[in-house]
């Protein structure tokens, strides 16, 4: 007897736990709501959960739920239809592009916001205080040929704070996934150095030469660089500048075209945008653009390491298994929120700190692409 009770006791107890995970894979949950499910790039992070934040108080009855990854594992389960909005800060390489096209849908690609990658340092000895940096100290530190903190090179362009420069080995942190950021920090080294673009090169992994020295460590995600720096003296890494504000860090004024040295700041990033003519190809051949075109902008005050950070979505067609992508509810949903983050969501009020909103000319692009998303 006491055994039937114990197997009916455990029954009423599993039934429950089964009901609720039925709602959290459901696209919809009891009380209708529309679950928007959106993966990758982590360095809009902060601007994607301001966006969620602010939409969903006007709009309860759609749930945005984001996870990041990186911008590789973006692409990865856009490809696999695993979620519904892909996120990556370089545009999609060809190859991955034919992957997509291989379902039968069309993917679209657009930039959804500006943002800048930053040089944050762990240096006891001199705190807060702003580390210069030229362009060829730079990429030196980071191909390891300057060791320590107190090389006269560096001494030479921080006079400042010299004697305050520790004899400590350089500690580089950067990604250990495949990551956007790393693609566009990359891309500028290789911008700049001529050694860093024939040794090493760009894209979202790379060999580190410093790894090889020793003097290397990985984090996953910006989140995870931005840990180890917080905990580790005398360490130095990229990441998104947003992290860098959420955890105040200092940042490097880093030496631009123009051979001024730049922090970063709202200003000095709509500088960079303002100086270049974006060139955004159709959103039906992202793969087209040039991760490059930002990157290095000329002008007295323009940031030099400035990039977009870009949306996936499908224009659901019917695919070669006779499905879509998405239902005509959730394709409705997808629209409306993309509308509201290319539109509303570009004022200064729904911008997170460490990020500037798209050029006009640019958010309709973007606009244009999500009217071309079918609700069947």
Known sequence: MKKILAIALGLCLIIPIISLAGCVSSEKSSSSTIIIRTTGATFPKYQIQKW???????????????????????????????????????PVKEDMWKKFLSTGDQPLQFPEIVGAVVITYNIPEI?????????DVLADIFLGKITYWDDERIKKINPEIADKLPHKKIIVVHRSDASGTTAIFTTYLSLISKDWAEKVGAGKTVNWPVDNMGRGVAGK???GVVAIVKSTPYTIAYTELSYAIEDNLPVAALENKNGNFVKPTDSTIKAAVSAVKANIPSPTEGYKEDLKQMLDAPGDNAYPIVAFTHLLVWENKEMKNGKHHYTP??????????????????????????????PQDVAKIGLNAVNMIKEQ
């Open 127 to 135: 705190g807060n205080k702003t580390l210069k940096l030229s362009r």
């Open 52 to 90: 969620i934040e602010d939409y969903q108080k006007t709009h309860p009855n759609v749930r945005i739920e984001y996870e990041g990854g990186g911008s590789g594992y973006g692409q990865e389960v856009f490809a696999k239809g695993l979620t519904d909005i892909g996120r990556t800060d370089p």
């Open 221 to 223: 995600g910006n989140p």
């Open 329 to 358: 509810e959730k394709a409705k949903a997808i629209k409306d929120f993309l509308t509201w983050v290319l539109t509303e969501g570009q004022k200064p009020e729904h911008l997170a700190p460490g990020y500037v909103g798209l």
